[in-house]
Structure formats: C-alpha cells, structure tokens
C-alpha cells in the first residue's frame, strides 16, 4: 500500500453522479482488494501547512470559482498507483482557469501538468488488468455533474485514513 502525505483540494460530484461513481470504486475496490475512496476530482494536492492556513485560503478560493460542470469521458491508466485507472475530465476553460487560480493563491505555480481526471481504481495492476477493466465499464464514462463546493481534505496516509476538513459552496 502506498501512503500520502498533505493536504489537497477536491471537486466532488453529488447526486446520482456520486453514486454511481461511488458504487464503481467500490466494486472495483473489492474486486482487485484495492482502497476505497471518494470520488474525486484533484485541483491540486500535496498541499502543506497549518490546517487553519489552509482553511482561510481554500475560502477565499470558493469566493474565486462559480458553480460549473464537469464532464467525464474516456477512461484511460498510467502505470502510477494513484492514477492506476480512471476518467479523463474534459479539459474546460473554468476547469483549467479554477486550476490556475488555485496554483497562484496557493503559492504552486510550479506545480505539475494538471491532468484533470477522476481516480476510479488505486494500485499496481499490469495494463492488461486495467485494459479488461476498461472494456468491461466501457471506453467512455460519459457522466458529466455540477460543482456546487470545494472540499479541502487531509490526504496523509493511506486512502482509508482520508478525511474531509472542511466543504466551502461556489458562487
């Protein structure tokens, strides 16, 4: 098991969208005895600092971004633990503007490509597991929901020690 350390800032869908993600985590969890976690979207993580700090900056953040959409396509891996298997999230002008407002306000302009994608399966399977996985869900995810929050969570630890600290609404 692979362990994280930081903080980082979320997107999460609600509704039925999480469900339905949710579920697929799940499945895909106990099937290949992978972590379970919440279904996301990353802005940025491996954020440091004082929890407070970050409080007070992921609020005036929220204050930055207004409610939107983001759209799920195609499902694609890497052979990193924690973009094992997922799906892409379509690159949209307020995906990649709500990124670049994050990366300023957070001092992380340095940061790397943001690569915005939704995390449905953690660990280290060979790209042939991840290739049948992707045939049996299905190249396309095709989901798209709103983004009415960001979540600023602790992500030290492994997936299962994940916890939310604070949910601030967008505009």
């Known amino acids: 098991m692979i362990t994280s350390s930081g903080f980082s800032l979320w997107l999460q869908p609600t509704d039925q969208a999480y469900d339905r993600l949710a579920g697929i985590i799940a ?3 106990a099937q290949y ?33 207004k409610s939107n959409v983001i759209k799920l396509a195609t499902l694609d891996y890497l052979d990193e633990y924690f973009c094992c298997l997922f799906a892409n999230a379509e690159k949209t002008n307020w995906l990649i503007d709500a990124n670049t407002k994050t990366r300023k306000l ?4 340095d940061a790397p490509e943001f690569m915005p994608h939704l995390s449905l399966l953690y660990g280290d399977f060979p790209p042939t597991t991840k290739q ?11 989901l798209s929901f709103q983004v009415t929050s960001l979540r600023l969570w602790s992500t030290t630890g492994e997936p299962e020690e994940w916890y939310k600290i604070k949910e601030f609404s967008l505009k």
């Open 106 to 109: 957070f001092h992380r302009e």
């Open 132 to 142: 049948r996985i992707i045939i049996e869900i299905g190249s396309r995810l095709e």
């Open 27 to 29: 499945q895909l969890g």
């Open 33 to 65: 005895r992978a972590p379970v976690f919440e279904p996301h979207v990353t802005l940025l993580g491996g954020l440091t600092g004082s929890a407070d700090a970050l409080i007070t900056r992921s609020a005036q953040l929220a204050k930055l971004l």
